[in-house]
């Protein structure tokens, strides 16, 4: 009898890389089923629902939670979050990495949006409001970094081009 082997998940972070690096890091996070849960585009700008505001207040309060990790450039989408994280962990202190910062945002907004699905009544989602994994990219110089913070303003702009669009 052969043995079933379950499909093998894809790596996508960099192997022996330690997230915990300061740096910049680019990161897109994807909400499961692509559900536009955090507002609409209107005249090439993101209106941001009671949602959407939320996860803007959560991505922003990381900062607080994470006193070496500064948030820059982001932008709210209606199905997703593009973001950048500047690290810059000092050699005598708490050294965070990436996953931590990840797991505290994804779990936070999480939290607080099914807490609003109950009591404000926000459309539900299907188990989970995030996609289980995210993209990232480490930024490496400042043309790299110009140009995500350039993709990051004019995404809205560039909504019914991108690949995460529904039509609404």
Same mark, same amino acid.
């Given at each position: 009898?052969?043995?079933?082997?379950?499909?093998?998940?894809?790596?996508?972070?960099?192997?022996?890389?330690?997230?915990?690096?300061?740096?910049?890091?680019?990161? =897109?996070?994807?909400?499961?089923?692509? %559900?536009?849960?955090?507002?609409?585009?209107? /005249?090439?700008?993101? @209106?941001? #629902?009671?949602?959407?505001?939320m996860i803007e207040?959560?991505?922003? @309060?990381?900062?607080?939670?994470?006193? =070496?990790?500064?948030?820059?450039?982001?932008?709210?989408?209606?199905?997703?979050?593009?973001?950048?994280?500047?690290?810059?962990?000092?050699?005598? #202190?708490?050294?965070?990495? %990436?996953?931590?910062?990840?797991?505290?945002?994804?779990?936070? =907004?999480?939290?607080?949006?099914?807490?609003?699905?109950?009591? /404000?009544?926000?459309?539900?989602?299907?188990?989970?409001?995030?996609?289980?994994?995210?993209?990232?990219?480490?930024?490496?110089?400042?043309?790299?970094? %110009?140009?995500?913070?350039?993709?990051?303003?004019?995404?809205? %702009?560039?909504?019914?081009?991108?690949?995460?669009?529904?039509?609404?």
């Open positions: 009898m052969k043995k079933q082997l379950l499909p093998q998940r894809k790596i996508i972070r960099l192997q022996h890389y330690d997230y915990a690096e300061n740096g910049l890091y680019f990161i =897109t996070i994807c909400v499961q089923d692509r %559900l536009c849960l955090f507002g609409h585009i209107l /005249n090439e700008k993101m @209106e941001l #629902s009671a949602a959407g505001k207040e959560c991505y922003l @309060e990381l900062e607080q939670y994470f006193p =070496t990790v500064k948030c820059l450039d982001y932008v709210i989408m209606p199905n997703h979050i593009h973001f950048i994280l500047h690290f810059e962990n000092k050699e005598n #202190s708490v050294r965070y990495s %990436l996953f931590d910062v990840m797991q505290r945002f994804k779990s936070r =907004t999480n939290v607080e949006y099914i807490k609003n699905v109950k009591q /404000n009544n926000w459309q539900p989602f299907n188990k989970k409001l995030w996609q289980r994994s995210y993209y990232e990219h480490i930024i490496r110089d400042e043309k790299d970094y %110009l140009m995500i913070a350039e993709y990051i303003d004019n995404n809205p %702009l560039n909504w019914v081009l991108d690949k995460l669009y529904i039509a609404g």
